[in-house]
């Protein structure tokens, strides 16, 4: 049998013409493997053993032709073997896993350079096989390979998918912030205890709820949420509980409420600072006793849901001013995620509004490129009171009004004045930083600047001196 350097052997193509009889292990794909090997008698019998076997077979003779192969064709696992003529076997696996990361790598090796073949597996080979070899352990050796590879291609598939169907993957950010805030959602999925978010209005809590739940063990089961400052007061409890027939005026058939629908699943509480207060109490009973009554029911419904409750309000001030249940409050306030600002994440900005131009544009049937220095410049400058919502909305009515292909700054925020001057300089830039930070740890340990100083990680002092160079007085932030 005539073996081709680089290509199918005839024995090969007849048998994908025509099925072969099948071997140890049923393949519904045919596994393709690369030798590689400067001893072409070794070449030679090992790919006839391996085509015997049902597997496509490429060789090649040395580096050069086995890295043309790897771009040329997707290999599932390679023989290489430790010394070729001009190139280290090692060397010459760390160039195909650039091509094929995946792809599972056997050294061969003589009992001399066993070591080596060693080295090899620690920097990312599966196995290796010294020479001369035995044709059982090869099989098994190759048959092994193949598995593990299967399964890292399989593991990031899956990753992948759940990337994609969590959430987590459409959640836009690269700065610190964000960071940490992924960091903790990701933390807080894998628990199954209530969570509560913070964060001002049009700052993504929702898609953060979402995230958390198909993230979470309650995937598979249902996400409902519910707003509660946008149901009236009087219709709420019928939509959390449900009621049966003829529980009140206009009752014509039995209804099921929010919480039986989130069963086995996560219910989401948007701005449950708006709850009234009655209904906190009934919402108190669900958390602790996992029951609740449809209303004008005589048996009481047990549920099983993940809370994720939100709110752009300070629920501890809402709670020291009496309208929220304290009681509640410690029950929801488990794990706390806080959604910075967009005017805290400005790094984000150009991300989010080149995602959002894509996605108006798509929208829109426009083919849309981004936006001019200008543009960007404005939108960076911008405080966004509204946050990501705002500025989503804003990209929207830029696109709508824009004639260009690239958004300028004629058309982003008109009513927005064009800052003077360009950028700020460097320095002016980090003073304004230097001062935004320490009101913000001075707010945070109400004008103690022992403490703040403690968090900077600075010298007493020294904290004093910066406050004197940036006017601020720690006695205006102590609480009264």
């Known amino acids: 049998m005539e073996v081709y350097i680089g290509t199918m052997s005839d024995s090969a193509r007849d048998r994908r013409a025509q099925p072969s009889a099948p071997q140890e292990e049923e393949r519904t794909v045919t596994d393709r493997i690369l030798v590689v090997d400067d001893d072409r008698n070794i070449l030679k019998l090992i790919g006839m053993r391996l085509e015997s076997e049902g597997y496509e077979v490429y060789t090649a003779p040395d580096g050069e032709r086995a890295k043309t ?19 280290n076997g090692i060397d010459l696996m760390e160039d195909l896993h650039a091509v094929h990361p995946d792809m599972s790598v ?3 090796t003589a009992h001399g350079t066993i070591q080596s073949a060693v080295d090899a597996m620690k920097k990312g080979a599966y196995s290796y096989i010294t020479k001369p070899f035995d044709a059982r352990e090869l099989s098994l050796q190759i048959r092994n390979g193949l598995e593990k590879g299967r399964l890292s291609r399989e593991v990031k ?9 969590s959430g987590f993957g459409r959640v836009i950010g690269k700065s610190a912030a964000m960071k940490r805030v992924m960091q903790k959602a990701a933390q807080a999925a894998e628990a199954d205890a209530n969570v509560y978010i913070s964060g001002e209005s049009g700052t993504g809590k929702e898609l953060i709820a979402k995230s958390l739940h198909l993230a979470g063990p ?28 003829g529980a009140f005026t206009g009752a014509h058939r039995n209804k099921k409420g929010l919480l039986s629908r989130a069963d086995q699943g996560s219910f989401f509480l948007d701005e449950i600072s708006e709850m009234p207060y009655a209904m906190q109490a009934k919402l108190l009973r669900v958390l602790d006793e996992k029951v609740f009554s449809p209303l004008g029911a005589e048996k009481s419904v047990s549920v099983d849901t993940r809370i994720i409750a939100a709110s752009n309000r300070n629920l501890e001030e809402e ?8 009681d509640l409050f410690y029950r929801i306030h488990v794990i706390v995620i806080h959604l910075p600002p967009l005017r805290d994440r400005r790094e984000d900005i150009p991300l989010l509004a080149q995602f959002f131009l894509d996605k108006v544009a798509r929208k829109t049937g426009r083919e849309m490129r ?41 058309v982003i925020l008109k009513d927005m004045p064009r800052t003077e001057g360009g950028l700020k300089p460097l320095k002016t830039a980090k003073d304004r930083f230097e001062r935004d930070y320490l009101v913000q740890l001075i707010e945070m340990t109400q004008g ?16 004093y ?13 102590r609480k009264k």
């Not at 992948?160 to 169907?165: Q, Y």
């Open 218 to 245: 309650r995937a598979q089961g249902p996400f409902i949420a519910l707003n509660c400052a946008a149901i009236p007061e009087t219709l709420l409890e019928s939509e959390l509980f449900g009621y049966e027939r």
């Open 106 to 108: 056997i050294i061969l």
């Open 370 to 410: 981004g936006f001019t220095p200008e543009a960007l410049q404005k939108m960076m400058a911008h405080p966004w009171p509204g946050n990501v919502r705002e500025l989503e909305n804003t990209v929207e009515a830029a696109v709508v009004m824009s004639e260009e292909e690239v958004i300028s700054g004629d």
């Open 157 to 165: 598939r899956l990753r992948g998918l759940v990337s994609e169907t």
């Open 69 to 87: 192969l790897a771009r040329e064709h997707d290999f599932d696992l390679a023989l290489l073997d430790l010394k070729l003529i001009g190139v």
């Open 319 to 326: 709670v020291s001013r009496g309208r929220f249940r304290e």
């Open 448 to 463: 103690n600047v022992s403490q703040a100083a403690k968090l900077a990680g600075k010298y007493r002092a020294d904290f």
């Open 465 to 477: 001196e910066l406050l004197r160079k940036h006017g601020l007085d720690p006695e205006a932030f």
